[in-house]
């Protein structure tokens, strides 16, 4: 977890500690005035970024391909404007400059603004860029905004500690997921071969309906492999031999498994994360000290 310095809450502060106060303050704790100050910030901080997601969306409409309207740019401009602002004044107000880039969360307020002033800066040096597929990637890299709500919300910001911590879990449910796709797929796929033919036209197999065989291949196979172990069940690739629908039942059970127990080590994480977090709040409360600028959370 990143170690996050202290607002101060008190009212003679220098430039630098109002602005890290109303930024990083927890707007129930920090005191008059600067509590309403960071309230006031921290709604309009809300508003654009629900106005830049919704206008990212919106602008996607079918209506909107070839309108010539200004709007969204200069909703695109605004919305620009003011999170480069709030990270200016983020990195500027930080009490220690390298412990500002070890925080993730200013890494997506970086992450913001970037493709904005890369696509500015291609377009003019190249022109039109509208064909250019690393502009509609820097174009896209805008919806990465909504993660911005992540540094206003507790609960966010204990699901992304509790991955952190769950490496082990995650990996061991990428492996059990590869071992079971591999096997499931092979056997299914030998399995469906039964009732398929070979076409020399088409180059393909198909059903003795003439239909393509949903199965072609184990890396076809794998694509019902992925839907059927996380148990969304799409239906567009189904077996029809019977020693295939028992390969298809057991890949569901050891889905389910596989899951299983990935989620309970997540879960009691989760709870471990929250109980952390909820006693580091108490030591806040109970201490005196105002560590700004070079005590953290991690030295209490």
Known sequence: APLWPRPLQSTHLTARQSVYTVLEGETDTVSAPWGAVATVVRLLSFLMIAVACISFCVETLPQYHNSSTPSFAVIELVCVVFFTLEFGCRLWAW???REFWRCPLNYVDLLSILPFYLGQAITFGIGD???????RIMRLCRVLRVLKLTRYSDGLQEIAA????STDAL??????????????SSALYMAELTAAEWSVVDQAYRLPNGMP?????????????IVTLTTVGYGDDVPITFVGKLIAGLTMLLGLMAIAFPTMILSSN??????????RSLI?????????????LGDL
Not at 129 to 135: A, D, E, L, P, Q
Not at 270 to 279: D, G, H, I, T
Request: aromatic fraction near 10%.
């Open 95 to 97: 009490p220690v400059r």
């Open 129 to 135: 860029t509208s064909g250019f597929m690393i502009v």
């Open 162 to 165: 509790t991955l952190a911590v």
């Open 171 to 184: 990996a061991m449910l990428i492996l059990l997921c590869v071992i079971i796709m591999a096997l499931s």
């Open 213 to 225: 065989a949903p199965f072609q291949s184990i890396p076809h196979t794998f694509w019902w492999c």
């Open 270 to 279: 989760f709870a471990s994360v929250r109980e952390q977090r909820k006693l």
């Open 284 to 296: 806040e409360e109970s201490t005196d000290l105002l560590p700004y600028p070079s005590l953290a």
